[in-house]
């Protein structure tokens, strides 16, 4: 079922400009979910909606796949820009700057329905807070990671085991060890005045919450970004760090996480281990 987040702009297709006139019939764009160019192709990305312009008129935001009617008859440009949940809440759609818009003219029929086949990739001037590639763990060089909690008795590890594809980040935690905190190498030169906007992508699997935070200046603060719930599997997240960052006022970051077995109002613990993997860690900005 077609999902809209947003009323027409145009008219409502029921009105006429004067009931003397014909209702005019319209057109129907029919969009499917986006083709991505780029490793892992959309399965790599979580593109659930299509921002639709057409003839330079924006006509709302749909869940793609999506059918939608339109007041628009022969060479028509439709502009479609890909959508994502912002910090994984379905409340907060929004237009993900770093893949490309897709525009494409198409000669639209009235009562005729046109397939589109949206199609993105990155855009080229990205910058990359890790360098590109190096948060899939897969190649020579990946993300330098330090262990920050003190217990030597468990330590984060790459594997291949249930991975997302190749190897990824491992964090576990136990009774015995019920805390485990891993720190990145430190990423410099952020834009941290709030223009452009700094955003972190990743997979993660969890059968436990845990905790995402920045660490900056000298000594380091804490800034803690976000708390995240447990999986069915692995999900992919893209998280505004915008915000977070200037109030800290630093240019320079790592990220932090932090897995803590969690305990009930008696102080015991609800599960005796847990588990979180990470993988394609990209903090991307322009």
Same mark, same amino acid.
């Given at each position: @079922?077609?999902?809209?987040?947003?009323?027409?702009?145009?008219?409502?297709?029921?009105?006429?400009?004067?009931?003397?006139? =014909?209702?005019?019939?319209?057109?129907?764009?029919?969009?499917?979910?986006? *083709?991505?160019?780029?490793?892992?192709?959309?399965?790599? *990305?979580?593109?659930?909606?299509?921002?639709?312009?057409?003839?330079?008129?924006?006509?709302?935001?749909?869940?793609?796949?999506?059918?939608? =009617?339109?007041?628009?008859?022969?060479?028509?440009?439709?502009?479609?820009?890909?959508?994502?949940?912002?910090?994984?809440?379905?409340?907060?759609?929004?237009?993900?700057?770093?893949?490309?818009?897709?525009?494409?003219?198409?000669?639209?029929?009235?009562? /005729?329905?046109?397939?589109?086949?949206?199609?993105?990739?990155?855009?080229?001037?990205?910058?990359?807070?890790?360098?590109?590639?190096?948060?899939?763990?897969?190649?020579?060089?990946?993300?330098?990671?330090?262990?920050?909690?003190?217990?030597?008795?468990?330590?984060?590890?790459?594997?291949?085991?249930?991975?997302?594809?190749? *190897?990824?980040?491992?964090?576990?935690?136990?009774?015995?060890?019920?805390?485990?905190?891993?720190?990145?190498?430190? @990423?410099?030169?952020?834009?941290?005045?709030?223009?452009?906007?700094?955003?972190?992508?990743? &997979?993660?699997?969890?059968?436990? =919450?845990?905790?995402?935070?920045?660490?900056?200046?000298?000594?380091?603060?804490? /800034?803690?970004?976000? /708390?995240?719930?447990?999986?069915?599997?692995?999900?992919?997240?893209?998280?505004?760090?915008?915000?977070?960052?200037?109030?800290?006022?630093?240019?320079?970051?790592?990220?932090?996480?932090?897995?803590?077995?969690?305990?009930?109002?008696?102080?015991?613990?609800?599960?005796?281990?847990?588990?979180?993997?990470?993988?394609?860690?990209?903090?991307? &900005?322009?």
């Amino acid at each position: @079922m077609m999902k809209r987040f947003f009323l027409f702009l145009l008219p409502l297709l029921s009105v006429s400009a004067c009931k003397d006139e =014909p209702e005019q019939i319209p057109a129907y764009l029919k969009i499917n979910p986006y *083709q991505v160019t780029a490793p892992g192709g959309a399965s790599w *990305q979580a593109i659930t909606d299509g921002w639709l312009y057409v003839n330079g008129e924006f006509l709302g935001a749909y869940t793609l796949p999506a059918t939608v =009617p339109v007041l628009a008859e022969g060479d028509t440009e439709i502009i479609l820009f890909p959508g994502i949940k912002e910090n994984g809440i379905e409340a907060t759609p929004n237009i993900y700057p770093y893949l490309k818009r897709y525009t494409k003219n198409y000669n639209l029929v009235a009562g /005729q329905t046109t397939t589109i086949q949206p199609t993105t990739e990155y855009e080229t001037s990205i910058k990359y807070g890790f360098g590109v590639g190096r948060g899939d763990f897969d190649g020579g060089s990946s993300i330098g990671l330090e262990n920050r909690d003190g217990d030597v008795g468990l330590n984060v590890e790459l594997t291949s085991d249930n991975s997302f594809a190749g *190897q990824c980040l491992i964090m576990r935690a136990d009774t015995a060890h019920p805390i485990m905190d891993v720190a990145t190498e430190l @990423m410099k030169d952020l834009p941290f005045l709030g223009a452009p906007e700094v955003w972190l992508e990743l &997979h993660y699997n969890a059968d436990v =919450p845990f905790f995402l935070y920045l660490l900056n200046g000298n000594p380091e603060n804490t /800034q803690k970004v976000y /708390q995240f719930n447990t999986t069915e599997g692995w999900n992919k997240i893209y998280i505004n760090l915008t915000q977070h960052i200037v109030n800290t006022g630093f240019a320079d970051h790592r990220l932090y996480f932090r897995l803590s077995l969690p305990r009930d109002n008696s102080g015991n613990f609800e599960q005796i281990n847990g588990t979180v993997r990470l993988d394609n860690i990209r903090v991307v &900005h322009f």
